[in-house]
């Protein structure tokens, strides 16, 4: 489990990415599909925490022999 920065890093430049879709969608009046796509990011990022997150439960399951 050796994450560093670059989880925080990958989840950032989701972030704008995803920031700058949706202001130029909004612009050109697809406030619909814009909204898709927030929604599109927020699983991607979920996706990323919640595997994460099984690790660090599978970690501590390990640290005191939970099995």
């Known amino acids: ?3 560093n920065l670059d989880i925080i ?3 950032g430049i989701i972030g704008i990415v995803i920031t700058v ?3 130029i969608l909004k612009k ?3 406030d619909d599909i814009a909204t898709l ?4 990011g927020l699983v991607i990022v979920l996706t990323l925490v919640i595997g994460m ?3 660090l439960f599978n970690e501590i399951k390990n640290i ?3 099995y």
């Not at 796509?37 to 599109?40: E, F, K, L, R, S």
């Open 64 to 66: 005191f022999n939970l």
């Open 28 to 30: 050109s009046d697809r």
């Open 53 to 55: 997150v099984g690790d």
């Open 37 to 40: 796509v927030g929604i599109a």
């Open 9 to 11: 890093f990958k989840i």
């Open 21 to 23: 879709i949706c202001q």
């Open 1 to 3: 489990m050796n994450y």
